[in-house]
C-alpha cells in the first residue's frame, strides 16, 4: 500500500488508498466510472458543463494540501478517493467494543448494518447535485454560481468516498449498492431518493441557502457521527469528507446573511421601520424578512425528519455495536457505553408535549437532533446580529421541533412554530401564515434573474465580505461558455 | 391485562379500514400506533399486537358471509412508508409465554383462513405491498394470492427474525417460503439471513413476490390486478349478504352464557365444560337467509369459536375442557341434511367450512379435550365433530333411574364424511380410523342410525362406555387424572396423537411453531435477561450460548 496521505494521481482516478495495488478494487471503480460521468452529464449542473469553473480541488489530505484552486471544466473535475490519515492504533470509541482495536475490515456480524449506513449516507450525496441542478441558470452572481459548482462537484465526491466504501469493503452487494445509488433520482415517482428532505424540489437561491445551512448541516453531523465510527475506512472517510462539508455549511450561513442584509439595507434606504410591512418590502425588490421565516420553519422541519425516529432501535443498535457514535464523541465525558444512562426526550403524550427521561441509547436520533439544533441556532443568530445592526426590529428564529413533521412523535399532529396544537382545520386555514405559500413562492420566483457580469450582484442580495481564494470583488469565478 | 375479547365490528376497528368497491375490497392495514393491548407500547410502524389481529380476523370472517359480492380483497398498508413491520417486539417481549403462543396460533389461523377463503370461497386475496414488509409483515402478504411489490428501489419484503431477534418468523414464513412460493431452499437460507431482505427485481427472482411495479402505475396496477383476481371468483356478484351482529355473551365468575352454548367455569378442578345446545325446532331451507347469523349451524358456530378463543387466552389454568350438549339429535339431522343438499349455496357452503375452521381451531387447541355424551344430548352429524375431535369421549349407556331424558345416542350424518377435514386434508373419521380402513366402511354404512352406546363403543366412535354404575366414579377419576399431569407434557402429548396422518402445509406450519418456535422462545439466547429478544430495542447486543443443541 502507498503511503495514504500521498495522492496518487497517475490513473484515472486520483486516491490515497493504494488503487494501483488493488486491481479488484480499481476494475470495480473503473466499470462504475463511465455511469457515474453518465449520471454527472445528465443530473449535474444543467448547462454549465463546458464553463471553466474557478474550483477547489483536493491534492492532498494534510492541511495545506486539501484546497488547490484553479480553473477547470466539471466534467474534468478531479473527484477522487481520499481518506484522513490513519490513526495509529486507532481504538473503538464507544459501545460494546469501546477499547478493542479499530475495524480495518467489516465484522461479518455487522455487514448489514454498515452497508446500510453507507448507503443511506451516500444516497444524500447525488440527491443534493439533482435538488441543485437547475439554479445556475438564475444565480444572482459568478461568485454564487461558482460557490453552487463546489458544492455541486463535492457533493459528488462525497458520492465517490462513500461508492470506494462500498466497493472495497461490501463484495457484490456492494457494487450492486454503489450502481443504485446513480439510478435513484430524487423527487422522482419510481425511484426517488431514500430521504423525504432529498426529494423536495430546490426551487430558487433562498431554498438553495437554505438547504446549505440546515439540511447540509445535517450532513455535517451525521458525518460527525460517522466519524466516530469503530470502522476505520469509514471513519477517515468521513473525517476527510468534514473538511469540504465546512464550505457548504458557510454558502448557507453567508447566503442567507447576505439576502437579510441586503434586504435590511433596502428597508433603511427606502426608510421603511416596519419588516411585517410585507408589500412595500418586496416592492423594494429585496425579500422580506417574514418569507426568510418562513422559508426557514420549512426547512429546519424537513431537515429535524432526516434524524428519524426521536425513539430509535436502529439509532442504539449502531451505537452499541460501535458503528456510529455522537457529534463529538471524543470530546464528551462518559463512559460512551451508555447502557445505563438516560436522555430526556420531547414526545407526545395524551394529546400534550412533555419531556421524558427514555434510556440514552435509544434517544440518540433526538441527541444528535438537539446537536444540531443548538448549532443551528447559533447561526440564526448571527443573522439576527446583521438585522439588529441594521436598527430593524425582527428576530428570525426556529419553529418548535413539534411543528410540521411526517417523522418521530409529532408526525401525526399539527403544531404552529410556538409548539401549540392545531387541529387539522385550523392548520389548513393557517398553513400559509408558517410555510411559504403560493404567493410567496411566486414573489422569489421573480426575483430569480441571472446576474453573469464579474463584480455584480442580484438586488436582493448584498455581495460578500472577500472573496474565495482572497480574490478580488470582480474576479471571473466562473468562464461562461460561448 | 385486561381480558381480550374477540367481537369486534369494523365500526370499531381502530387499526383497519374495510372498504369495499363492487366485486373488490380494499383492506387498509393503518395501525393506531397508541392502541396496543398492552399499555405503554407503541405499535409504530404498522406493526400488530393481537388486538390488531383481532380485527383482520374478523374482517376476513365478515368479508366472507356479509359480502357475497366480493371476489377480491386488496390488503394494503394505509401508510407512506411501510406496508407492514410484523409484529411488534416491545408487545412480544412483555407478553408471558402462553401469551406468546397462543398469539401466533392465532395469527396462523387467520393466515391460513384468508388461504381458506381464497381456496374454497373464491375469494382471492392481493398483497400490495407499497412500502417495507418485514418479518409478519411479509408473512401476512405471503397468505395472500398474488403479492405485488413497489419497485421504488427501497421497499424491500424481509423476515429478519433470525438476525434481528434470534427467533423465527411465527406465522408460518419459513414453511410458506419453501412449501407454497417455492423458494430454492439456499436462497431462502440467504433471505432469511438477510436483515434488509430482498427488493426489486431480486424479489421477484427469486419468487419472494409476483411481481414488481413502479410507484406511478401503482395504484392503477392494484385495481387492475385485483379485478382480475375477482374474474377468477364463481362468488354470486347479486347475493345479499348476511349481517354478522354482536355475539349475545354474559360473562360472570364461574359461567359465561351465549344464546345456544354455556361454559362452566370449576377452577378447583381447573375445568369448563362447554355445553352446546341443539336448535330448538327444525331447521327450514326457506328460513336460512331469513335467519342469517340466528340460523342454528351458524350461530353455534360462531359462539362456539368465541368460547374455545376466550378460554384460549383468558383462562389459561382451565386444563380441561369437557365438551357436551343437550337437544334433540333429529333436529340436528335436519340441520345437517340442509348443509348438505344445499351445498351448492354460497351461504351454506360459508357455513360449512366456518364449521370446518372452528373444528380446526378446537383441535388446535392445547387443552385436553373430553367429551361426554349423556342421555339428553345431540351428538349428532356436525355435533358428532366434537367427539371425534376430543382426546377421549365416553358415552352414557343407558339411562339414569329417576331421569326421564332419552338414552345417549350417537348418530353420524354424510358431513361426518369430509365436509370438515382436519389439518391433514382428512376427515376426523379417516383419521381415526388410518390403521383400519374397515371401521370407516361400516361408519359410512350406518349414517342417520341412532346408535346407543354398547354400538357406538362396539364401532370405535367412543373411547368407551359406561353404564350408570360406573359413569360418575370414571369420569371423576379420569378427570382428576389428567389435572394432575404436567400441562406441558400434556399439550406436547395431545398435539402429537391430534396429528396423526399426512403432513400439509397446515400441519407443517403448526409443527414447525410449536416444535421449534416455541422451544426458541423459551431459550434463554431469545427470552433470556441477555437474549436477543429481551435486548430488542435497547441496542445491547445479546449474549449467545454457543452450544448447538
Redo the contacts between chains.
Keep these: 500500500m502507498s503511503d495514504s496521505a500521498t495522492v496518487d494521481y497517475d490513473g484515472l482516478i486520483p486516491n490515497n488508498v493504494g488503487l494501483n495495488a488493488d486491481p479488484r478494487l480499481r476494475r470495480a471503480l473503473e466499470s462504475w466510472h463511465p455511469g457515474y460521468l453518465d449520471w454527472w452529464r445528465a443530473r449535474g449542473p444543467d448547462g454549465f458543463q463546458d464553463s471553466l469553473v474557478y474550483l477547489r480541488t483536493a491534492i492532498g489530505v494534510d492541511s495545506d494540501g486539501w484546497a488547490k484552486f484553479g480553473y477547470v471544466r466539471m466534467p474534468d473535475y478531479r473527484w477522487g478517493i481520499l481518506l484522513a490519515p490513519q490513526v495509529e492504533g486507532r481504538t473503538i470509541p464507544f459501545g460494546a467494543h469501546k477499547g478493542e482495536k479499530a475495524w480495518q475490515e467489516v465484522p461479518g456480524e455487522y455487514r448489514a448494518l454498515l452497508r446500510r449506513l453507507v448507503v443511506v449516507q451516500g444516497d444524500t450525496e447525488p440527491a443534493s447535485v439533482e435538488q441543485q441542478r437547475l439554479l445556475g441558470a438564475t444565480a444572482p452572481s459568478l461568485y454564487d454560481l461558482r460557490n453552487l459548482f463546489q458544492v455541486n462537484v463535492e457533493e459528488a465526491r462525497h458520492l465517490w468516498a462513500m461508492v470506494y466504501l462500498l466497493q472495497k469493503y461490501f463484495g457484490r452487494d456492494g457494487r450492486e449498492e454503489a450502481e443504485e445509488l446513480l439510478r435513484r433520482r430524487s423527487g422522482d415517482r419510481d425511484s426517488p431518493r431514500l430521504l423525504g428532505a432529498f426529494n423536495e424540489a430546490t426551487p430558487d437561491w433562498l431554498s438553495f441557502f437554505m438547504f446549505t445551512f440546515f439540511t447540509d448541516r445535517d450532513g455535517k453531523m451525521q458525518l460527525q457521527a460517522l466519524a466516530q465510527s469503530g470502522f476505520d475506512p469509514l471513519s477517515r472517510t468521513c473525517r476527510f469528507m468534514l473538511t469540504e462539508e465546512a464550505h457548504h455549511m458557510f454558502v448557507g450561513q453567508t447566503g442567507i446573511g447576505r439576502i437579510v442584509e441586503r434586504s435590511c439595507a433596502a428597508m433603511r434606504e427606502a426608510g421603511l421601520s416596519d419588516p411585517t410591512d410585507i408589500e412595500r418590502v418586496r416592492a423594494l425588490g429585496v425579500i422580506d424578512l417574514p418569507t426568510i421565516q418562513k422559508k426557514a420553519n420549512l426547512h429546519f422541519a424537513l431537515t429535524l425528519d432526516l434524524f428519524g425516529g426521536e425513539i430509535s432501535t436502529n439509532a442504539a443498535n449502531v451505537f452499541n455495536a460501535g458503528l456510529k457514535g455522537r457529534y463529538r464523541e471524543d470530546k464528551i465525558a462518559d463512559d460512551h457505553v451508555l447502557t445505563g444512562a438516560t436522555y430526556a426526550v420531547v414526545r407526545l403524550r395524551d394529546g400534550r408535549i412533555v419531556t421524558e427521561e427514555v434510556p440514552a441509547l435509544s434517544a440518540l436520533n433526538m441527541r444528535l437532533r438537539d446537536d444540531f439544533a443548538a448549532e443551528a441556532a447559533a447561526g440564526v443568530e448571527r443573522w439576527n446580529a446583521i438585522i439588529a445592526r441594521a436598527g430593524i426590529a425582527y428576530r428570525l428564529r426556529l419553529p418548535h421541533v413539534a411543528f410540521n413533521r411526517r417523522i418521530g412523535e409529532f408526525a401525526g399532529i399539527e403544531a404552529d412554530p410556538d409548539g401549540n396544537l392545531l387541529s387539522a382545520e385550523e392548520w389548513q386555514r393557517r398553513r400559509d401564515e408558517f410555510l411559504p405559500s403560493a404567493a410567496d413562492d411566486a414573489f422569489v420566483a421573480s426575483l430569480m434573474r441571472p446576474v453573469t457580469e464579474p463584480g455584480k450582484f442580484a438586488p436582493w442580495i448584498a455581495p460578500p465580505r472577500t472573496g474565495i481564494d482572497g480574490k478580488p470583488g470582480d474576479f471571473e469565478y466562473v468562464r461562461l461558455a460561448g | 391485562m385486561d381480558a381480550i375479547d374477540f367481537r369486534t365490528d369494523p365500526s370499531r376497528y381502530r387499526h383497519w379500514r374495510l372498504e369495499c368497491e363492487g366485486p373488490v375490497a380494499f383492506l387498509t392495514l393503518d395501525v393506531d400506533?397508541a392502541g396496543s393491548l398492552f399499555p405503554g407500547v407503541e405499535l409504530?410502524l404498522n406493526s400488530y399486537d393481537l388486538g390488531v389481529d383481532i380485527e383482520l380476523a374478523d374482517a376476513v370472517q365478515r368479508l366472507r358471509f356479509e359480502h357475497p359480492e366480493v371476489r377480491a380483497v386488496a390488503i394494503r398498508s394505509g401508510k407512506d412508508n411501510v406496508f407492514c413491520a410484523g409484529a411488534n417486539i416491545a408487545a412480544l417481549a412483555r407478553a408471558s409465554h402462553q401469551h406468546k403462543v397462543n398469539f401466533c396460533k392465532f395469527t396462523n389461523e387467520t393466515r391460513l383462513a384468508i388461504e381458506d377463503a381464497s381456496e374454497h370461497s373464491d375469494q382471492r386475496y392481493l398483497a400490495a405491498i407499497g412500502g417495507p414488509a418485514a418479518g409478519g409483515g411479509y408473512e401476512l402478504a405471503a397468505a395472500c394470492d398474488w403479492l405485488m411489490l413497489v419497485?421504488?428501489?427501497?421497499s424491500a419484503v424481509s423476515l429478519p427474525e433470525l438476525?434481528l431477534l434470534a427467533v423465527l418468523p411465527g406465522t408460518g414464513g419459513l414453511t410458506r417460503l419453501t412449501d407454497k412460493r417455492k423458494v430454492r431452499r439456499d436462497r431462502a437460507d440467504l433471505f432469511c439471513a438477510?436483515?434488509?431482505g430482498a427488493r426489486g427485481r431480486r424479489a421477484v427472482e427469486w419468487r419472494l413476490v409476483d411481481e414488481c411495479v413502479?410507484?406511478?402505475s401503482w395504484d392503477a396496477k392494484v385495481r387492475e390486478r385485483a379485478l382480475a383476481l375477482a374474474a377468477t371468483s364463481d362468488r354470486p356478484a347479486e347475493a345479499q349478504g348476511i349481517a354478522l351482529p354482536p355475539l349475545e355473551r354474559k360473562i360472570g365468575d364461574d359461567a359465561i352464557a351465549y344464546p345456544h352454548l354455556r361454559v362452566a367455569l370449576d377452577r378447583g378442578r381447573r375445568l369448563a365444560t362447554v355445553t352446546v345446545t341443539g336448535p330448538t325446532q327444525a331447521p327450514d331451507a326457506a328460513e336460512i337467509y331469513r335467519q342469517g347469523a340466528t340460523f342454528w349451524p351458524l350461530a353455534v358456530a360462531r359462539e362456539l369459536d368465541d368460547a374455545i378463543l376466550h378460554l384460549r387466552f383468558n383462562e389459561a389454568e382451565l386444563g380441561i375442557i369437557v365438551l357436551r350438549s343437550e337437544g334433540d339429535p333429529a333436529a340436528v339431522l335436519v340441520a345437517d341434511a340442509l348443509l348438505d343438499e344445499r351445498a351448492d349455496d354460497w351461504l351454506v357452503r360459508e357455513i360449512r367450512l366456518y364449521w370446518k375452521r372452528v373444528l380446526k381451531r378446537l383441535d388446535m387447541t392445547a387443552r385436553s379435550l373430553f367429551t361426554l355424551i349423556e342421555p339428553g344430548s345431540c351428538f349428532a352429524g356436525t355435533l358428532a365433530e366434537l367427539c371425534f375431535a376430543a382426546d377421549r369421549t365416553l358415552m352414557f349407556a343407558g339411562t339414569r333411574a329417576g331421569d326421564n331424558r332419552p338414552a345417549a345416542i350417537l348418530t353420524l350424518s354424510a358431513l361426518n364424511f369430509g365436509a370438515y377435514p382436519m389439518g391433514n386434508g382428512l376427515s376426523r373419521l379417516e383419521t381415526r380410523f388410518l390403521g383400519e380402513p374397515e371401521s370407516l366402511q361400516r361408519a359410512r354404512q350406518i349414517i342417520g342410525v341412532s346408535l346407543p352406546a354398547e354400538d357406538a363403543a362396539e364401532l370405535g366412535l367412543v373411547t368407551a362406555a359406561y353404564d350408570e354404575v360406573d359413569w360418575d366414579e370414571e369420569i371423576r377419576l379420569m378427570l382428576e387424572e389428567r389435572a394432575s399431569f404436567s400441562p406441558d407434557a400434556l399439550t406436547g402429548l395431545e398435539a402429537n396423537l391430534r396429528g396423526a396422518g399426512p403432513e400439509t402445509m397446515e400441519t407443517r406450519i403448526f409443527g414447525r411453531l410449536s416444535a421449534w418456535q416455541n422451544w426458541i422462545f423459551q431459550r434463554a439466547n431469545a427470552a433470556g435477561p441477555e437474549g436477543a429478544l429481551k435486548l430488542?430495542?435497547?441496542?445491547?447486543?445479546p449474549k449467545f450460548d454457543p452450544e448447538r443443541v
Design positions: 400506533p409504530k419497485d421504488d428501489h427501497r438476525p438477510t436483515e434488509e413502479p410507484p406511478s430488542y430495542g435497547t441496542g445491547r447486543r
